[in-house]
């Protein structure tokens, strides 16, 4: 079975790979397989906008998909992504990641993901407000609380979800909880605006302690400096970690005694890049993946470590921050030297928890603290890593096999048990 795909390079073989290491463990049957991996549906639409160009006005149309993958153990879930890479295959490896990320840490929802072909940099505010509402207007009938909800992904974040709710209550009434990482002024939960990056500090500080290492003693590395980059190397840094290098797209930054992580944060925002930050040296991407340090967190985009640059990296451990950060060839040959990964599926799963919970108290009505939200957060996280763990021990294999094998499993139990 192979994902065929009509854009060329925008397939995804290590999903593929990924996936079949597991299937061969299960022992599934070629039927079962076939099943498990076919979408449930994909939507195609065009989205056109309005858009202001030197001249004046001019119409842009711009392609927006929603894979929805499987939802045998509750409704779709995935997030929407604005980058100009945007691409079917893409999105539906990213919707079959979902699938197994929701099943891994056992939350009623199955996988969907959805992006727009767009740069939202290239386009005001009034002209993103127009492309969301009106992707969301042609979403609709695919769309709902117990059909399929959306989150921010990468280029989308809570004022997105804010534009996609109101256009979906305008045809259904009042509808909190078609999408999730809402402002907390509509029904949002306090604590999903960080929830990836801390999820991702959690996970990196359970396995470092089952690795048997001291947080206060490593020297971490992140690649990507948005929400999951930056609010995972506040949080290590505050549980003592010394966060020595953190890049984004425009290049990256050294420090060998350790980032203050809040003022790279603040200087960032400011400068709109990392260059020039005081009391840091310059760093490329490149270098940062080689470095050499404890923990590696690609937390940009993916297939940010392949076979070009996998004998280069420099850490003892990596954590993927990022959705599918390697390629599988890297992570072959990362499990050959001997460098553990812990896969995305797990690592930033943070995200869809805190999703799940900001859906509950929106069909509760009735909003949680940040406290709770987090320790739950923290708690579900901690317990996913030990049982991904003692599946690896048992079976000898890697963290990622065995997390797909948990994950698929209870898909596949799913889908018995309905009959499907
Ligand atoms: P974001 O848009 O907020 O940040 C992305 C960061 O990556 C930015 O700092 C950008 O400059 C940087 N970047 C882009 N290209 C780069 C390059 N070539 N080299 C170095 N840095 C580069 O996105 P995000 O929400 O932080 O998402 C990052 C990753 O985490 C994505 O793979 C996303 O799918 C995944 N993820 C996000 C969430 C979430 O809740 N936001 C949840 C789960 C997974």
């Known amino acids: 079975m192979t994902f065929v795909d009509e854009h060329p390079g925008c397939g995804d073989e290590s999903q593929l790979q990924f996936v079949s290491r597991a299937f061969e463990r299960l022992g599934l049957r070629d039927d079962q397989r076939e099943l498990l991996l076919s979408s449930f549906r994909e939507t195609q639409v065009s989205i056109p906008v309005k858009v202001r160009t030197a001249d004046g006005e001019s119409l842009r149309t711009f392609t927006g998909f929603r894979v929805q993958h499987n939802h045998a153990r509750g409704p779709f879930k995935g997030g929407l992504r604005y980058h100009p890479s945007v691409c079917l295959g893409e999105v539906r490896a990213l919707a079959q990641l979902m699938t197994w990320k929701t099943a891994l840490v056992d939350i009623p929802f199955g996988g969907a993901k959805g992006g727009i072909n767009v740069d939202p940099k290239s386009l005001s505010l009034d002209e993103l407000e127009m492309l969301s509402k009106r992707f969301m207007q042609k979403m609709t009938p695919v769309l709902g609380v117990h059909e399929d909800v959306m989150a921010p992904d990468v280029g989308t974040d809570p004022q997105t979800m804010a534009w996609l709710m109101e256009a979906y209550s305008k045809a259904h009434g009042y509808t909190p909880g078609v999408v999730t990482g809402k402002p907390v002024e509509l029904g949002g939960s306090p604590g999903r605006l960080e929830a990836t990056g801390l999820g991702v500090a959690f996970v990196t500080r359970v396995a470092v302690e089952s690795l048997g290492w001291a947080m206060k003693t490593l020297k971490i590395a992140l690649q990507g400096f948005g929400n999951v980059g930056y609010h995972a190397a506040h949080a290590l840094a505050a549980m003592g970690a010394r966060i020595v290098a953190v890049s984004d797209s425009s290049g990256g930054v050294y420090a060998e005694q350790g980032l203050d992580i809040a003022a790279a944060g603040r200087y960032r925002a400011h400068a709109g890049t990392l ?35 996998a004998a280069r990296v420099g850490a003892r451990l990596i954590v993927e921050g990022a959705n599918m950060p390697l390629t599988h060839l890297a992570d072959a040959a990362l499990r050959e030297r001997g460098v553990p990964v812990v896969p995305d599926i797990i ?8 999703s799940y919970y900001e859906w509950v108290q929106n069909l509760q009505q009735f909003p949680w603290e940040r406290g709770t939200v987090l320790r739950r957060l923290e708690k579900r996280l901690v317990r996913t890593f030990h049982e991904v763990r003692d599946v690896s021990e048992h079976h000898q294999i890697d963290l990622r096999t065995a997390a797909y094998v948990l994950a698929i499993q209870r898909v596949a139990r799913a889908l018995t048990l309905r009959g499907l």
């Open 347 to 354: 690592a930033n799963a943070g995200g869809v928890l805190t």
């Open 275 to 309: 260059a020039g930050l005081p009391g840091a040296e310059p760093l490329s991407n490149a270098e940062l993946l080689a470095l050499p340090c404890d923990v590696l967190i690609p937390a940009a985009l993916g297939h940010a470590i392949d076979t070009h640059n």
